[in-house]
């Protein structure tokens, strides 16, 4: 990943430029959001540092919290678990969930259970390299210390989370450097019942070169994990690995592989469906294999043959003039019952035209029916999707375009059509910094959060349909940056949103805040 590249993911030039403005020398600036933002590799063990208790955020400006000494590798006593959340309704003040690190707090991942109780990861980079740190989130009683998973003499590649809603059980999973220069994978299982971590399993040692890796955990603790691997032939695999709820990983397992010149495998994505099964889904590059490709892992644990389920010809191909011919990587979703859905963007050459898609998973097989996202005519960006669904199977999806200054969202219908697109920031000014995250209920209400001179939320009702959207923090965004929103949100409506508070990358650092929806039901 280039310099420039890893700077324009996570901050606008806009970010960028407000940066400079406070006065400090631009190198040191840059170095510092170079050092927050671009991760390669890592390795070390672990340990706990608990933080000071979490603060109400500051109406302006930022003031940080003071630096924490370390402390014994245990890990801090969780708060009781509530039997259910407070009765209030709408967004609780906001918290700070991480004091402020030089280098940089940053890249938070973030689960929600079926009481709101929540478990956010992210990582700080420092002079030795990259710690990953947890903090778990009981409503009413605000965020724990947070505890160090991590520690790494290099830095993280990559991280995600996995959280099933229905118990909270969770799956961390993330890239570190190993003994033969290449990458490992690794992962720590979360135990919800006794607020607890597992010791680090290595879910693979590999020798080449590998990609962002993608996890998923059902109600019974079994969890998929799936990333791409560089091969002898120097072409991309999709390679996969199973973990029981009885706390034991499997093989890791080839299910994508091609010998077509010209072709690879890339973007690899995995959903738990229920019951134990898993779905990978991928997109193949190149010639006569190009589309995506799916492989299925029944509840024993055995994948079978990756197959095309989607043909996307690429240029040069004969086809018809306006037949698709660009894609995004692919956005998958499961509801937990057996079901799925695949999203992702394509771009007509003739005319050129955006066309958002999605394909439903049942019964153990993908439809062979595309549906359409109704984007109004005119579009003719290439956005990446985001997208969740219910356990009802509704799903939502969001998207950037029209030169990063809107933000769209739809609403698909449990049999996998979708309504009308609409855009849901029309009211929010600047350039967009980030592309959007989403949440939806049991009810089809749906959150959708961005970034765009703050962290901008909207909420859709179904009775009332979609608000007008708001900032949801109050920091000076002359003196700060606020970047890189999740949220995630439970059956019943509750949410957390967590986010990056960048205060100064030089002296003070980043700060992780969060702020929690309380739906009242």
């Not at 389920?309 to 894609?327: M, Q, R």
């Amino acid at each position: 990943m280039s310099y420039l590249l890893s700077l324009q993911r996570l901050f606008s030039l806009e970010h960028l430029h407000r940066l400079k403005c406070l006065g400090r020398k631009a190198s040191s600036l840059l170095s510092g959001l170079a050092f927050a933002a671009v991760l390669s590799a890592c390795g070390g063990g672990g340990g706990g540092t608990p933080e000071p208790t979490a603060k109400p955020q500051p109406t302006s400006g930022a003031t940080p919290s003071s630096t924490p000494s370390p402390s014994p590798t245990t890990s801090p006593t969780p708060p009781p678990k509530p039997t259910q959340p407070p009765i209030a309704t709408g967004w609780e003040d906001p918290l700070i969930i991480s004091a402020p690190r030089q280098g940089g707090n940053g890249g938070a991942r973030v689960g929600i259970d079926a009481l709101g109780q929540s478990l956010t990861v992210w990582k700080q980079d420092t002079k030795p390299g990259t710690v990953l740190w947890s903090s778990r989130f009981v409503p009413g009683l605000g965020w724990g210390a947070p505890l160090a998973l991590y520690r790494g003499l290099d830095s993280v590649p990559h991280h995600e989370l996995a959280m099933a809603q229905s118990n909270g059980k969770a799956m961390l999973v993330w890239t570190q450097i190993n003994n033969a220069g290449a990458y490992s994978v690794v992962a720590r299982a979360y135990n919800s019942t006794a607020s607890t971590w597992s010791a680090p399993s290595v879910v693979s040692n590999e020798t080449r070169t590998m990609s962002q890796p993608s996890v998923d955990i059902d109600a019974t603790g079994n969890a998929a994990v799936v990333w791409t691997q560089l091969d002898t032939r120097f072409r991309y695999n999709v390679v996969a690995n199973r973990y029981t709820g009885s706390g034991n990983w499997g093989s890791s397992t080839v299910v994508g592989s091609t010998t077509v010149s010209g072709s690879t495998d890339l973007n690899a994505k995995v959903a738990m469906t229920g019951s134990g099964e898993a779905v990978a889904v991928w997109r193949r590059s190149g010639n006569s294999e190009r589309g995506f490709w799916s492989s299925r892992a029944s509840a024993g644990g055995n994948w079978d043959t990756g197959a095309r389920i989607v043909d996307i010809p690429g240029f040069g191909s004969s086809n018809l003039p306006g037949a698709y011919e660009i894609s995004t990587a692919p956005e998958i979703a499961a509801d937990g019952n057996g079901n799925a859905m695949l999203a992702w963007s394509q771009v007509t050459v003739n005319p050129i035209q955006s066309h958002m898609r999605s394909l439903r998973y049942s019964a153990g097989a993908w439809s062979t029916v595309q549906q359409a996202m109704n984007v109004p005519v005119g579009q003719n960006a290439l956005p990446f999707v985001r997208l969740k669904i219910n356990p009802q199977g509704q799903a939502v999806a969001a998207w950037v375009t029209d030169g990063v200054t809107k933000i769209w969202a739809n609403r698909s219908r449990s049999d996998g059509t979708w309504e009308t697109a609409q855009v849901v920031n029309a009211t929010a000014t600047g350039t967009i910094g980030t592309q959007p995250n989403v949440g939806i209920d049991d009810q089809g209400a749906m959150s959708v959060v961005w970034t765009q001179s703050g962290i901008m939320g909207n909420r859709f009702e179904p009775a009332t349909g979609w608000g007008v959207a708001q900032r949801l923090e109050n920091y000076d965004p002359t003196t700060s940056i606020s970047a890189d929103p999740v949220i995630a949100m439970n059956a019943r409506g509750y949410a957390s949103l967590v986010w990056t508070q960048v205060l100064d990358l030089v002296s003070i650092g980043s700060q992780i805040a969060g702020r929690f929806y309380n739906s009242g039901r």
